[in-house]
């Protein structure tokens, strides 16, 4: 089983910033993609950025240039530096990664961490 682990939530003022971390361990997989997904309150989880092995990077518009989504392949680990936090920045986020053993490919997600914006 690959376990992930999310840490860096908490509270933070609007225009503050929050890094969010994902470590991914487990033997027997190679993680290919991770990526961030966050769930307000009566909402449908939402996938708010992903990198690839590779370094390659996708960003929902709502945090284009205000968030970063990072890798660190040795360390399985993923991190999301969020800037400029809004108050609908408020959720619940949740790591995930897909990765491959033996030619198939599984989903894992971490159990969330969540993230409040107030004043």
């Known amino acids: 089983q690959v376990q992930l682990v999310e840490s860096g939530g908490g509270l933070v003022q609007p225009g503050g910033s929050l890094r969010l971390s994902c470590a991914a361990s487990?033997?027997?997989?190679?993680?290919?993609?991770m990526a961030w997904y966050h769930q307000a309150l009566g909402k449908e989880r939402e996938l708010v950025a992903s990198i690839i092995r590779g370094g390659s990077t996708y960003y929902a518009d709502s945090v284009k240039e205000r968030f970063t989504i990072s890798r660190d392949n040795a360390k399985n680990t993923v991190y999301l530096q969020m800037n400029s936090l809004k108050p609908e920045d408020t959720a619940v986020y949740y790591c995930?990664?897909?990765?491959?053993?033996?030619?198939?490919?599984?989903?894992?997600w971490g159990q969330g961490t969540q993230v409040t914006v107030s004043s």
């Open positions: 487990g033997s027997g997989f190679s993680i290919n993609v």
């Open positions: 995930n990664a897909v990765g491959t053993r033996f030619g198939r490919t599984y989903t894992f």
